[in-house]
């Protein structure tokens, strides 16, 4: 995969700055697209996706269930399927979680039922023999399933969408760039952090300010990058936002790449997150250049100016 240039740009000139600087971030969405597309047809992503389709998309009834049992569950499967599909064992002691699987029987055509439930209902269809019948869904049962940290063994494998490089009074100056940008924000210690594996998370308010929040950890630069993503949510999108949710994250992955990018950051991992989306090619980033160029410009400005004054 391509590696953002680590040159930062300066835009010193004030009276050609704005045209300097979006010409600038034009060439970088172009990078950012020809990024994904190396990312899709990478190894590491083809090896990350056919593990990822092997996990079941559970219906909402189910999703509701596994978060009330287990808030931080990330990946589940069954007992087995954790042992024959991904090499990993449940650690002993380990309780599961309930939800409700399928039971897919052969049934009849008029009342759905099953063969040994039809020879006791009041349905009279014999058009066709009960060996003859296709099956479908009949009922469903309990069952149990694991998350993968319940579970031991070899690793799944993952992308590396983690920013690099040295933030220097880069993060002071975002969390100060907060009250110019109105939005209110918060580093959450990681013991305290109460929404799974998100990395960052934006909550629009009736009447109020946005507000940001993001887990803290030690590479700075991807909670920099972290920073500036939730930041964007906050400026582009709000609670009436109508865009699918991939075309939000889109714009806000991208805005991250470019204001990193500009802050002499390695955000080529940008590429991975965006593969991971479903649903768009990487020419839709090209679709929403403008929203994209106008909200990082706005943060660029707003850092730059924080740092100028100290």
């Known amino acids: 995969m391509a590696t953002s240039s680590s040159t930062q740009e300066t835009f010193d000139n004030s009276d050609t700055r704005h045209d300097e600087m979006h010409r600038t971030i034009e060439a970088w969405i172009q990078d950012l697209v020809d990024e994904v597309d190396?990312?899709?047809?990478?190894?590491?992503?083809?090896?990350?996706?056919?593990?990822?389709?092997?996990?079941?998309?559970?219906?909402h009834r189910n999703t509701l269930l596994i978060k009330l049992q287990c808030p931080e569950a990330t990946r589940v499967a069954?007992?087995?399927?954790?042992?024959?599909?991904?090499d990993r064992h449940v650690k002993e002691g380990e309780t599961a979680i309930w939800i409700w699987a399928p039971i897919i029987a052969k049934q009849c055509p008029d009342c759905g039922n099953s063969p040994s439930y039809h020879e006791r209902s009041d349905c009279e269809y014999d058009e066709t023999p009960p060996g003859s019948w296709e099956k479908g869904l009949v009922g469903f049962r309990?069952?149990?399933?694991?998350?993968?940290?319940?579970?031991?063994?070899?690793?799944?494998?993952?992308?590396?969408?983690?920013?690099?490089?040295?933030?220097?009074?880069?993060?002071?100056?975002?969390l100060e760039a907060a009250d110019a940008l109105e939005v209110d924000v918060e580093v959450v210690p990681p013991q305290d952090w109460s929404h799974g594996n998100a990395k960052g998370i934006c909550e629009y308010r009736p009447q109020e300010q946005?507000?940001?929040?993001?887990?803290?950890?030690?590479?700075?630069?991807?909670?920099?990058?972290?920073?500036?993503?939730?930041?964007?949510?906050?400026?582009?999108?709000?609670?009436?936002?109508?865009?699918?949710?991939?075309?939000?994250?889109l714009e806000a992955e991208?805005?991250?790449?470019?204001?990193?990018?500009?802050?002499?950051?390695?955000?080529?991992?940008?590429?991975?997150?965006?593969?991971?989306?479903?649903g768009d090619e990487p020419e839709t980033i090209l679709d929403r250049l403008e929203r994209i160029s106008s909200t990082a410009q706005e943060i660029i400005d707003v850092v730059d100016g924080v740092m100028a004054d100290e």
């Open 38 to 59: 190396d990312a899709v047809s990478s190894e590491q992503f083809t090896e990350w996706l056919d593990v990822h389709s092997r996990f079941h998309d559970y219906s």
């Open 78 to 86: 069954g007992y087995r399927t954790w042992q024959n599909e991904f």
């Open 142 to 174: 309990p069952a149990p399933v694991f998350d993968i940290s319940q579970t031991d063994g070899e690793p799944l494998p993952d992308l590396e969408t983690e920013a690099r490089g040295q933030t220097d009074e880069l993060i002071p100056a975002l």
């Open 210 to 249: 946005p507000r940001v929040a993001v887990r803290d950890r030690e590479n700075d630069a991807d909670l920099a990058v972290t920073l500036v993503h939730e930041y964007a949510h906050a400026l582009l999108h709000s609670v009436d936002d109508e865009a699918e949710r991939s075309k939000r994250e």
């Open 254 to 278: 991208a805005v991250g790449y470019i204001v990193g990018r500009y802050f002499e950051l390695d955000t080529s991992g940008s590429a991975f997150y965006l593969a991971a989306w479903e």
